[in-house]
Nanobody
Framework: QVQLAESGGGSVQAGGSLRLSCTAS????????MAWFRQAPGKEREFVSA????????FGTDSTKGRFSISRDKAKNTVYLHLNSLKPEDTAVYYC?????????????????????WGQGTQVTVSS
């Protein structure tokens, strides 16, 4: 069984930065994509960023473009989410997820359904 360990959340002031990490471990992991989603209080979980494991292609959103970036270390089975220029509206629990059964394409990599395993979440709080 695959397990995900997230770290790096915390509290920062607006304009600050954080780096979230997520490492996959367990039985042999044949990762096809890893992603980050977030859920703010009273809102549904939403896509933040994803990276296709084979070629490193990254996918994000318009609201975080230029502020957030995603990277991976294949040798460590780890994905990173670099959060810069944080805003109070970025406050949320950030969840890491891994896909291993499907080959994601641009139209599916942002959807929650392709990800089989999810982390426990890490809290990011941005104060104004």
């Amino acid at each position: 069984q695959v397990q995900l360990a997230e770290s790096g959340g915390g509290s920062v002031q607006a304009g600050g930065s954080l780096r979230l990490s997520c490492t996959a471990s367990g039985r042999a992991v044949s990762t096809t994509a890893m992603a980050w989603f977030r859920q703010a209080p009273g809102k549904e979980r939403e896509f933040v960023s994803a990276i296709r494991w084979a070629d490193g292609n990254a996918f994000g959103t318009d609201s975080t473009k230029g502020r957030f970036s995603i990277s991976r270390d294949k040798a460590k089975n780890t994905v990173y989410l670099h959060l810069n220029s944080l805003k109070p509206e970025d406050t949320a629990v950030y969840y890491c997820a891994v896909a291993s059964r499907t080959r994601p394409i641009a139209s599916t990599i942002r959807t929650q359904q392709i990800y089989e395993t999810w982390g426990q979440g890490t809290q990011v709080t941005v104060s104004s």
